[in-house]
């Protein structure tokens, strides 16, 4: 056991979040993504799990350790609906609430077309996949930086 860290963050996915760098990507995908064969072609090159979990959940304890990136305006992106791109379902919702909890503010995913979403996925540092088996639950985040203290 560690202190202060969200008990839901295993070692695998707490190694990845850590290996990262500032403007590295991550993936959390839900059941129906491609999470294998897309995380093999990932820096990692592994799967990693986060089972049991909804993507707002799972998206909850990685932004208690990830700082989003704060200089561009993709720093998190959803997948968007196949013939409603605009649509938000209420999956991409929570973890939007998730985001603006986190950054003690609004600030809106981007939206990326399913196909060009499969496409970034592959150059990602890794996937993290969730249970979450609501259609939809497909985000990519952007690690910023932590300042440093004053």
Request: with cysteine.
């Amino acid at each position: 056991m560690l202190k202060n860290i969200d008990n839901r963050l295993n070692a695998e996915v707490l190694y990845a979040l850590r290996a990262m760098g500032h403007g590295d990507t991550i993936v959390i995908a839900d059941t129906n993504f491609p999470s294998d064969s897309i995380a093999r072609q990932t820096v990692l090159g592994d799967l990693l799990r986060m089972d049991n979990l909804t993507c707002a959940q799972a998206v909850e304890a990685i932004l208690s350790v990830l700082p989003l990136d704060t200089f561009v305006e993709d720093f998190a992106g959803r997948m968007e609906m196949v013939g409603e791109p605009a649509r938000v379902p209420p999956v991409q919702a929570e973890v939007q609430g998730a985001i603006d909890a986190a950054e003690g503010r609004a600030r809106p995913m981007v939206g990326i077309e399913r196909f060009d979403f499969y496409e970034r996925a592959k150059d990602a540092y890794a996937v993290i996949q969730t249970g979450e088996r609501r259609f939809y639950g497909c985000f990519i985040f952007r690690k910023g930086v932590i300042p440093p203290e004053e």
